[in-house]
């Protein structure tokens, strides 16, 4: 499943969790491990940047936070970052430079890539959103599975157990996020193959 590997879906140059995704082949062996990284991250940035501001909780200076928002640990957030009113972030994220976080928009378990926007009443969960994703207002990655039985990963014959009740992945320079069935989309401009996982199927 070669369209589904790390390597092949983002641009690592883009996130300060490059050393995370370099360890896996998939995203979604990346989302048990968040929580450990960030603690083991969040104490090494640079304190002329960064200030920790509670308990496993890292904002840059120059990030821009709204004083309605809630953040709880772990959590990184990057310079230039924008968590707006009333955001809900329940720990386990890493909101890159210059991303947004916005109104009412939730996070938990989750790698924001740098200038992504999450910016209207998102929900975003188990998720890893690539340089420059943009979901749109209302759009969100909750899929648990009906049936709650474990999500396993299909592309045509091919399919790989992910031993996880819940996982969701999405890459694109500006894409809607949606629930797509694996499938290579190339732009005109021949940018590279982008490459959507529908996982619950």
Known sequence: MEECK???????????AKDLLKEATYPWEV???????I???????DKNIYEKKGENIWIAKSAKIAPTSYIAG??????????????FI??????????????????????????????????????ILGFKSHMGAG??????KSDKKLVVVKNGKEQIETNLKKIRSNDSRRSR?????????????????????????
């Open 74 to 87: 772990p959590t990184i957030i990057c310079e230039n970052a924008e968590v707006r009113h009333s955001a």
């Open 90 to 127: 329940r720990g386990n994220a890493i909101v890159g430079k210059d991303a947004v976080v916005g109104n009412s928009t939730e996070l938990k378990n989750v790698i924001l890539f740098n200038k992504v926007q999450v910016p209207h009443y998102n929900y975003v969960g188990d998720s």
């Open 139 to 144: 759009s969100i990655t909750s899929n648990v």
């Open 39 to 45: 603690i083991q991250l969040g104490e090494k940035l």
């Open 177 to 201: 996020s949606r629930m797509w069935k694996c499938f290579k989309s190339r732009y005109s401009n021949s940018e590279k193959i982008q490459t959507y996982i529908r996982y619950h199927q």
């Open 6 to 16: 790390i390597s092949n879906l983002y641009n690592l140059e883009e996130t300060i």
């Open 31 to 37: 989302l048990p491990k968040i929580k450990d990284f």
